[in-house]
């Protein structure tokens, strides 16, 4: 089973209890996760935009400006803070530690 499918927003959830995995096993697993996807967006060349980036980009005229909402409860601001740590990456953004775990 690819590590992906286990923490696919739609049915992760369902595979992750279905396998009866502790707290700990589950914490490795996302840990590995995010190794995972930061490596391969290393290789795509994806760089996470520092604060004075963002601030420039929000300080732009745009023909299309969408308001874009979400629900707060949906975010997950633990998993990056226990990720960033021990792969330490240099401007992270102040909102660096939410990741939205739900669509």
Known sequence: MQLYSLFYPVHGAQKLQQLNLSSDEIDVLERNFLTYLFQEMEKSNFKI??????????AGQYLLNLQITFDESKIDKTLL?????????????DFADKVVISL
Not at 49 to 58: G, R
Not at 81 to 93: C, G, S
């Open 49 to 58: 935009a520092t604060d004075e980036e963002i601030d420039v980009a929000l």
């Open 81 to 93: 803070k226990r990720y960033f740590p021990e792969h330490p990456q240099d401007n992270l953004p």
